[in-house]
């Protein structure tokens, strides 16, 4: 049975079997089953980090519950994105609308949690009741003083990446409304990273090193004074580009401010990324190239015999990989290199025509890249292309864990640091032992049966 | 407690989730979510971090454009996909807040599919009205449940069998009860029955819908059986309730058999219906007997707060009182008239009466427990910042256990389920003295 509905066959390429054509972005198909999330999600996934905010989200209950601190994002000091607040709209809510209950649960949370800011998520059935969420936002921001922004993530009004727009704008209503004193010239907005098991101090620290000053994390670890100063800084380092390019273009219109996009999985893209940041600000500081280089030396130094170590297992060993935004991809397919491993199977939620062309210019004949793929989709390629370990989210687990393969979380839930150079080598030993563990080799589909099966008679 | 308008740490989901997982229990359903692509996607990463097996559910992955003329073609395509690619022999569809606000017809939608796509082998089609804002997933549970026995079940001479009906509980219970009733001689079929669809082995290749669950042609024959039993009080959507209704099939209500004397009375139950005790059950009694004298010092008047669903609250709040422990609050996230009386009922003679709550969230637990100054908390593992921050233990127990290892594969009901959940309080008690000990004894 072909895995793939005829529908949804030009999202998926066979790289060298075919030309290089990609359709993607387009809603999901009904009854495919896709990995694919909503609006509400991109919104949620991009802002929910910010510590000291108030994330109230404004619909019946399962949406706050789904997205109850399920991520690892981290904080360095407040912890109030880790709860979870919700209208739980009822019955009559829906009938008479839900405005009331929205005003009365600001009244009652900002005075008990004191937050910085408040977002208010609007989800599926609130756009329908036409309930006016900006106005009770405005009515409440009046009230009370601090911002209290509007999220427009009904999540039937297209995919993750709307969700992600309607974050940037709710963002945008912050920026330009604090003081931008102190910030110097040598200094930084890290855009696109979510503190996951604390990766931006490492990126921070990296930074600080060479001289360069961060003003604001967005979103990991951010807070919203930061972010109400942070058109102060010279330049945005983007890395995940689907979630904040949109942010750091706004910058750039209504700041000036240039950006670059960086990546900081893996050797080369980290390095790079580091250089990138060097070259910039070469003008202000020549010794910064310098300072630059002797410390990729020391982190490599400090590497590369302990990933060769790992790399002696994995040679030639096969990945698949299925990730949310296509870019992390890039460093991905790199990063498996340097650990002699070949990825065959590369997709992503939301990739773009560009991203995809971009990968396709990277990846190796015979590699199958798909866009918004499903569980049968993605359990065909991992068979065809006999995958030693699949790197995904949690919903991708089982179906290689089923199958018998290694798997390797690479999303929003992870709790190991995958980022900067210690990341790297978190990353090889991750896939070491999720590649190299003895279970593989007493699982049916390679091959072993227990003996008894063999025995006239016993067959179970 | 003080009123709050907001929920704050919600202690419950949204009606579909739990359609989504009682269709699951069908062989060869396949759950699908009437609404936007989210929510499917944001139900199953729920499911799968608590289960840690695949579980597909299909959405018609309405956009803007079907929210505003209507969900109908994605809704017909999306079945139609869905039989191409996973051939279910049940097709169980549960509606979201988004396609009930609009007013989707989708019984409608059904016969309209059915006469349009005449032609095609069509599978059975039932659905559940479960707009999250209505209920909790318990709620979406039952609903789906008296779909499916509305929708297949049909007239057919008695054949003996019984139903159980168990509730959400874990593969293991579910495991449990279908080996009890081979135990006990009885044509027992359970519906649902996620045992081995949602805790299955490795495969050689991939299967698009998880072998196992209550067989189609078992539904269809249920109204045959001597009666159907329910576990708990009767919900507003029995299932067993409209089957008798419908069919004349007689409903029987006995509380989930956790702990001694809900055991007893359920046996007592199964017996009546034709049962007959099997000798390793009479054993397992004893041995639990055995094991709440041993232990009893351990956890005597251990102040206790149990939350979650009201069916798994009723069942430990009863156990914990039988073991001399005392449940001080007993709070669920489901709106329920009767929690009150059931718990009242349940601890009656052996302990004072806890405070109860409903539609509680974790907010409103937290402030009560303050003040109870609880020894320890049974509970899913939403209710761990709670514990952390009065540094007591919490018994994992019900769904979802997103924070430990084989909550699929906690055992709760009958004998056993009382003695494994028993020997698990006891040694977090245990474990705890001795960590809070400053001679650090090993032998205890
Ligand atoms: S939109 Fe409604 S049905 Fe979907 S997850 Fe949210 S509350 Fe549940």
């Known amino acids: 049975m072909n895995a793939v509905l005829e529908e949804r066959a030009s999202q998926v390429c066979r790289l060298g079997e075919e030309p290089f054509a990609m359709v993607c972005n387009r809603p999901s198909l009904a009854g495919a089953v896709s990995q694919r999330a909503c609006v509400f999600c991109g919104s949620r996934v991009v802002l929910y980090p910010i510590a000291d905010a108030l994330h109230l989200v404004h619909g019946p209950i399962g949406c706050a519950v789904y997205t109850w601190d399920i991520r690892g ?128 101090w490492i990126v921070r620290g990296y930074l600080e090193k060479m001289g360069i000053q961060v003003v604001a994390n967005v979103t990991g670890d951010g807070r919203v004074e930061d972010i109400q100063r942070c058109h102060g800084a010279r330049l945005n380092l983007v890395q995940c580009s689907g979630a904040t390019m949109e942010f750091a273009r706004m910058l750039q219109e209504r700041y ?19 250089y990138k940041v060097a070259d910039f600000f070469a003008a202000q500081d020549p010794s910064l190239r310098e300072r630059t280089a002797q410390l990729v030396r020391t982190e490599l130094e400090w590497l590369l015999p302990r990933l060769a170590e790992l790399r002696r297992d994995l040679e030639g060993k096969r990945a698949a990989l299925y990730v949310g935004g296509s870019f992390k991809a890039f460093s991905l397919v790199k990063a498996f290199r340097h650990l002699g491993m070949q990825s065959v199977v590369v997709g992503s939620q939301t990739g773009t025509t560009e991203e995809y062309e971009e990968l396709a210019g990277i990846c190796d004949p015979g590699t199958i890249l798909v866009d918004d793929a499903n569980p049968l989709e993605l359990a065909a390629f991992l068979e065809e292309k006999k995958v030693d370990v699949f790197v995904g989210g949690v919903k991708e687990r089982p179906i290689a864990y089923k199958l018998g393969i290694g798997f390797c979380d690479h999303n929003h839930e992870r709790k190991i640091a995958l980022e900067g150079f210690v990341g790297m080598y978190n990353f090889a030993k991750e896939v070491h032992a999720s590649t190299m563990s003895s279970v593989w080799k007493i699982m049916p589909r390679k091959g072993y049966k227990p003996p008894f099966l063999d025995k006239e008679g016993c067959h179970v | 407690m003080s009123e709050y308008v907001s929920t704050i740490n919600a202690c419950k989901m949204c009606m579909p989730i739990g359609a989504a997982l009682a269709f699951r229990g069908i062989d060869g359903c396949i759950p699908y979510i009437h609404g936007s692509q989210g929510c499917a996607t944001y139900m199953r990463r729920y499911i799968i971090s608590h289960f840690r097996e695949p579980i597909d559910i299909a959405s018609s992955s309405m956009d803007e454009k079907a929210a505003v003329h209507g969900g109908g073609p994605n809704f017909k395509k999306g079945i139609l ?63 789906a449940l008296q779909a499916v026995v509305n929708g297949v079940a049909q007239p057919v001479d008695s054949h003996g069998g019984v139903t159980l009906m168990p509730g959400f509980l874990s593969p293991a219970d579910h495991r449990w009860f279908k080996e009890l009733g081979a135990r006990m001689g009885l044509a027992l079929t359970l519906l649902p029955d996620f045992s081995d669809v949602l805790d299955g082995p490795t495969w050689e290749t991939y299967q698009p819908l998880a072998p196992g669950g209550t067989p189609m042609e078992a539904i269809r024959r249920m109204a045959g059986a001597c009666a159907t039993v329910e576990l708990g009080v009767p919900h507003r959507l029995s299932p067993a309730q409209s089957l008798e ?21 359920f046996l007592g139950v199964l017996t ?79 302990c004072p009466l806890p405070e109860v709550r409903t539609e509680a969230d974790f907010h409103q637990i937290e402030e009560e427990a303050n003040s109870m100054e609880p020894d320890f908390l049974v509970g899913h593992s939403k209710g761990y910042k709670l514990a952390r921050s009065r540094g007591i233990p919490l018994i994992r127990l019900g769904f979802p256990i997103h924070d430990r290892f084989g909550g699929q594969r906690l055992l709760c009901v009958g ?30």
């Open chain 1, 73 to 200: 994002a981290l904080s360095s000091g407040p912890q109030l994105h880790r709860m979870s607040f919700s209208t739980d709209l009822k019955e009559k809510d829906v009938i008479f609308g839900g405005e009331n209950k929205l005003a009365a649960s600001l009244d009652e949370l900002i005075p008990q949690y004191t937050p910085k800011a408040v977002f208010v998520y609007s989800t599926c059935i609130v756009g329908l009741i036409g309930d006016d969420v900006d106005a009770v936002c405005r009515k409440a921001e009046e009230r009370f003083g601090i911002p209290v922004i509007p999220v427009h993530s009904e999540g039937f009004k297209g995919n993750k990446r709307a969700g992600y727009s309607a974050a940037c704008q709710a963002l945008m209503r912050l920026v330009g409304k604090g003081s931008t004193e102190g910030i110097g010239p040598l200094s930084v907005n890290i855009l696109g990273d979510f503190n996951l098991a604390g990766e931006i």
């Open chain 1, 256 to 274: 000036g401010i240039p950006c670059i996009r960086v990546s900081y999985l893996g050797i080369e893209d980290m390095a790079d990324s580091l």
């Open chain 2, 81 to 143: 996909n869905v039989m191409r690619k996973y051939n279910p022999q049940l097709v169980g569809v549960a509606t979201t807040c988004l396609t009930e606000t609009i007013g989707e017809d989708v019984p409608r939608l059904v016969q309209e599919f059915r006469e349009e796509f005449a032609d095609l082998p069509l599978p059975e089609i039932v659905t559940a009205s479960t707009p999250s804002y209505s209920g909790t997933h318990i709620d979406g549970w039952h609903a």
């Open chain 2, 245 to 265: 209704q419908r069919l004349g099939t007689p409903a029987r209500f006995t509380d989930t058999p956790i702990g001694l004397r809900a055991t007893d009375r």
């Open chain 2, 272 to 350: 009546e219906l034709g049962g007959c005790v099997a000798p390793r059950e009479v054993a397992a009694r004893g041995r639990l007997l055995d094991a709440l004298v041993d232990g009893h010092k351990y956890v005597f008047g251990k102040r206790v707060v149990v939350y979650g669903e009201e069916e798994l609250a009723v069942g430990v709040t009863a156990f914990l009182a039988e073991m001399g422990a005392r449940p001080v609050l007993v709070a669920t996230g489901g709106a329920s008239a009767t929690l009150a009386d059931r718990v009242r009922a349940v601890v009656d003679g052996l």
């Open chain 2, 415 to 444: 004998y056993d389920g009382a003695l494994e959940l028993y020997d698990r309080i006891v040694n977090a008690l245990l474990a705890q003295s001795q960590d809070a000990s400053p001679v650090g004894y090993w032998y205890l």
